[in-house]
């Protein structure tokens, strides 16, 4: 009887923390995921009456050149950015895993950037772009530091990509960490037996093992530079000339005051599947390279 009042008790106690968890979920995750869905066969505007359109926005997403040009944007910076994340981050891993001091401290150090908040970040650089890189440009009369590079058309997007990376590789590091330090250290021990050099030493031996850490990397570096809007709304606000708006910014700003509700909607239903189409390749790929090895 004892061990059953126990269970009961347990199973009261389960339910009283899932429950509410539950419920939270489906009411700020779930239900306003089917709300878009559903508002993504409309043609509401985020106010008023509405009727309904079948695939009608599906199929304008299609035909609209500043939501396509808005997809190569997002998966240029996307592509960019998760090389970038994972080369650096693996390297000060490696660096903060070797026999250096205060490797702590600088751990935290690296950590940092993960904790403050995209906006304050993007506004922090966004005055460094304006203000202080033109400045120092104009002292050293180097002229392409002379005019902030948001302000180009062109190479725009190279500065918000250098936000999105600087704060995107703390996370990543901490994770390469933790693969690094599952690595056997006998496994070094027989690659010096064997004469194996630096490099032999980490495409042999230490990459195979940090594979599944890299598999996670890839998924969730490329999934945060795809959603990327922190960035573009404290830097550049998509511009300029629209040259850095990304899906999800051109969402938000036409969404919420276009009037495109329902059109940008589909837009976000579109970018979900894209998203999870992409998670869906990577895991494949990088779970084919882990069976090989």
């Known amino acids: ?25 489906f009411l700020f995750n779930t239900l306003p995921l089917i709300t878009g869905a559903v508002y993504s ?10 009727d309904f359109v079948g695939l009608r926005n599906y199929i304008d997403l299609f035909s609209d050149e500043r939501v396509l040009h808005s997809y190569l944007f997002t998966f240029k910076y996307a592509i960019a950015g998760t090389i970038l994340i994972n080369c650096l981050s693996l390297l000060l891993a490696m660096g903060l895993n070797s026999r250096i001091r205060c490797k702590s401290l600088l751990r935290g150090v690296y950590f940092v950037p993960n904790i403050l908040g995209g906006l304050i970040v993007g506004y922090i650089f966004s005055f460094i772009f304006t203000y ?7 002292a050293m009369h180097i002229g392409f530091l002379e005019n902030s590079i948001l302000a180009s058309e062109r190479y725009a997007w190279i500065g918000v990509l250098v936000v999105g990376v600087w704060q995107a590789v703390a996370m990543n590091t901490i994770i390469y960490i933790s693969g690094l330090q599952t690595v056997p250290a006998d496994i070094y021990e027989a690659g010096m037996i064997d004469g194996a050099n630096p490099w032999q030493k980490f495409w042999k031996l230490t990459f195979p093992m940090l594979l599944p850490f890299v598999s996670i990397n890839l998924i ?4 945060n530079m795809m959603m990327v809007f922190d960035q573009i709304m404290s830097l550049t606000k998509g511009g300029p000339a629209q040259s850095t708006e990304s899906i999800s910014y051109l969402i938000y ?7 495109q509700f329902g059109f940008q909607s589909a837009n976000a239903v579109v970018f ?3 998203i999870v189409a992409f998670s869906i390749i ?8 882990e069976e090989q090895l």
Do not use: C, E, H, W
């Open 220 to 223: 969730l570096s490329t999934k």
């Open 272 to 274: 979900f599947i894209v």
């Open 41 to 50: 066969f409309t043609n509401y505007r985020g106010y008023g009456t509405f």
């Open 132 to 138: 202080i890189i033109p400045a120092v440009g104009k």
């Open 253 to 259: 700003k036409n969404g919420m005051d276009g009037g």
């Open 282 to 289: 990577q895991m494949k790929i990088t779970g084919k390279k």
């Open 1 to 25: 009887m004892s061990k059953r009042k126990a269970l009961s008790s347990n199973n009261r106690t389960y339910l009283a923390m899932t429950i509410p968890i539950v419920i939270l979920f």
